[in-house]
């Protein structure tokens, strides 16, 4: 089993910046991805961003590119998902996600590429 746990959310004014951060416990495994997808209040959960094992490989979700910056410690158990230029839109809780089964850069924006979820974290926009 593996364990995520966000932590970092908060409540933010607009053009603000927050971090927000993931670490695995459990049964790590190498070359495992780690995604971040969001969930509004009355929509769907998206994708955000994704990174690879060696952190080589970054995805973003158009809606967040310029703005938001996903990395990965040298320890490789830690995610981090710098957020600047909030907008009341990204109000949203925040979850992290783990695939521990190989996958294609292609895959990373899908929910089914990750079998482990933390329970997310609320981060809030205010304008």
């Known amino acids: 089993q593996v364990q995520l746990v966000e932590s970092g959310g908060g409540l933010v004014q607009a053009g603000g910046s927050l971090r927000v951060s993931c670490a695995a416990s459990?049964?790590?495994?190498?070359?495992?991805?780690m995604g971040w997808f969001r969930q509004a209040l009355g929509k769907e959960r998206e994708f955000v961003a994704a990174i690879s094992w060696s952190g080589d490989v970054v995805r973003y979700a158009d809606s967040v590119k310029g703005r938001f910056t996903i990395s990965r410690h040298s320890d490789k158990n830690t995610s981090y998902l710098q957020m600047t230029g909030l907008r009341p839109e990204d109000t949203a809780v925040y979850y992290c996600a783990g695939s521990t089964y190989p996958s294609s850069s292609r895959q990373y924006s899908r929910e089914s590429t990750y079998d482990y979820w933390g329970q997310g974290t609320q981060v809030a926009v205010i304008s």
């Open positions: 459990g049964r790590t495994v190498a070359g495992y991805v």
